[in-house]
């Protein structure tokens, strides 16, 4: 059943997402936007240091929150597990190369930024419960009058922050906590959904008070366990920069147990994984900056220019850092397989062999030629104390071959017949473990242990993905009420948010891989319709930032 919706989820991955003009629009509007206003992301970077500290702020401004608390609030919504799992997940399927990709994605990222919470500001609304509202629906309906465009983004909203900002923020937490304390994942989500619901009942105001003093320390708890690895490994500096660059046009080479990434692989995922950790065009942001106070729209969007640069350019190439330099990303270790990174193929093959390393990278790239993949063992396989003793089929996990796998049920090794059906494990009671490749929460954790702190850097990784994955959570219930007030009333955000804290609950236990290949989904479903709303106000755009430059020249307006 899993495999099925799983299946399936890939599926409309592979039309949305992971299909290849999406990156090319991504970073296309980031292009245009960038060379249309005059590389705004260098040219205001100092202005939007200066609104964020205050210095131009008027007290007599139209808003909820502080243009400090919008951006803590954004920021805990984007600084989540996109900066922890997410980089772990796009190396170890892109390899280096990926992070360059993050980084283009980032810079143009803060243009992008710029543009959709400018325009979201500028046509934000009061609520008839008196709080402001705001986000791409609002300029969609108001200036575009584009209705059902308004309407089909806020609904991509709604399913958004239950598929990109609630489940994987949850599994991370439960998943790293169990790994780390031995705690099940049942417990701690339970415990944080009740948490999550004490925070989000209080509204905008005490999720941004609580934003404002989590951020800060989340962020310095996470940089110094990152830096302890990084400088530990210090030999390994320039080579990880080496290894970046030198495969960003060329793809990334084969080197222990990963089968090396294409060019486009790695291109895909770097700006996939840039967009789901920063969120630049996916529209989620200019919601919680619509309740900055502020009489300038563009005062707002220079803000926001910030939060690609903090989360991606910092936080990102920190945690990427971290995995190049102690080397984990290439190593095999020891791990329960989950049934979704699981493949048995017809022949048996050997990741010490050069030919065989390239009949398995041809095999494992995104888009391979028919004559390319290799099929799907069927059949039985004999099995003493748990380890396999029948040949003709090789068993990949996490995109690797792996290794002493042991095959148990109840937590112990069988001796018997297991059965494989055109490449997947029969019988849900069976577990799998062996070393392989790993990646996500897992990754990072072991990478924090290759540092000055030792095994105990893996806490650091709980402590630090705690905090910014609950952050995210938070941040997104918000932006999942706001599209539930624009479609429904201030009456909808109620049931919202009871349905928004049960399925935190519900994903701490659901398949960590099937989870991620949803946010690849619910992201693209909410980034394609905002980036083409944003082109189409091009126009719009360019005399907002004008309007803003000629007040703030004539009065310092804010």
């Not at 990084?230 to 970046?244: G, H, K, R």
């Not at 095994?455 to 990784?461: A, D, H, P």
Request: aromatic content about 12%; overall charge neutral; charged content about 15%.
């Amino acid at each position: 059943m899993l495999d099925s919706i799983h299946n399936f989820i890939l599926m409309v991955d592979s039309v949305l997402g992971s299909a290849d003009y999406f990156p090319l629009l991504l970073l296309g509007v980031g292009v245009f936007f960038t060379l249309y206003l005059g590389f705004p992301q260098i040219r205001y970077f100092g202005q939007a240091l200066r609104i964020v500290r205050g210095k131009y702020t008027k007290k007599d401004a139209p808003g909820d929150t502080s243009h400090f608390a919008a951006l803590s609030t954004a920021l805990s919504g984007t600084v989540g597990t996109g900066n922890i799992s997410g980089v772990a997940l796009a190396i170890f399927l892109g390899g280096p190369a990926a992070l360059f990709w993050m980084w283009v994605t980032a810079f143009l990222g803060m243009t992008t930024k710029f543009v959709e919470v400018t325009l979201s500001h500028k046509y934000r609304e009061k609520t008839a419960d008196g709080t402001m509202a705001g986000g791409p629906m609002y300029f969609m309906e108001k200036k575009l009058n584009m209705k059902w465009m308004a309407v089909f983004f806020a609904l991509a909203t709604i399913v958004s922050s239950i598929g990109s900002g609630n489940m994987p923020q949850i599994n991370g937490i439960a998943n790293a906590v169990d790994a780390s304390f031995g705690i099940d994942t049942w417990i701690t989500g339970a415990v944080l959904a009740v948490l999550l619901a004490l925070v989000i009942i209080g509204g905008i105001k005490r999720i941004a008070k609580m934003a404002e003093k989590v951020v800060p320390l989340m962020a310095l708890v996470y940089v110094v366990g990152a830096f302890a690895v990084i400088f530990y490994n210090y030999e390994n500096i320039i080579p990880s920069f080496t290894a970046i660059f030198s495969s960003v046009f060329s793809g990334s080479a084969a080197v222990g147990g990963f089968m090396g990434a294409s060019l486009a692989y790695a291109f895909n995922r770097g700006v996939n994984r840039g967009l789901f950790s920063n969120e630049a065009g996916q529209g989620s942001a200019p919601i919680a900056h619509a309740a900055a106070k502020g009489k300038e729209p563009a005062s707002e969007g220079m803000v926001s220019l910030l939060e690609p640069f903090i989360d991606t350019i910092i936080i990102c190439t920190i945690t990427g850092l971290a995995l190049l330099s102690s080397g984990v990303w290439s190593e095999k270790h020891h791990n329960q397989f989950d049934r979704s990174d699981m493949q048995f193929l017809v022949g048996e093959y050997n990741d010490k062999n050069t030919t065989d390393v390239q009949k398995l990278y041809k095999h494992l790239d995104r888009n391979p030629a028919k004559e390319d993949v290799i099929a799907n063992y069927t059949g039985s396989i004999s099995v003493n104390e748990g380890k396999a003793i029948s040949n003709g089929f090789t068993l990949i996990n996490a995109r690797s071959v792996a290794e002493d796998v042991i095959y148990k049920r109840d937590d112990k090794p069988i001796t018997g017949v297991i059965n494989i059906i055109d490449g997947q494990l029969e019988g849900e009671d069976l577990t799998v473990e062996g070393k392989s490749l790993v990646h996500s929460v897992r990754l990072t954790s072991i990478a924090f242990t290759k540092g000055f702190f030792g095994e105990n850097g893996k806490f650091i990784v709980s402590i630090a993905l705690l905090l910014f994955a609950f952050t995210t959570a938070v941040a997104w219930s918000y932006y999942g009420d706001r599209a539930a007030t624009y479609l429904w009333g201030p009456a909808a955000v109620l049931p919202y948010r009871i349905v928004y804290v049960g399925l935190f609950f519900l994903g701490a236990i659901v398949d960590a891989t099937i989870i991620w290949s949803l946010a690849y989904v619910t992201v693209a479903l909410m980034t394609i319709p905002n980036l083409i709303g944003l082109l189409m106000l091009h126009k719009d755009m360019k005399q907002t930032v004008s309007e803003y430059w000629t007040k703030f020249n004539a009065n310092k307006a804010d």
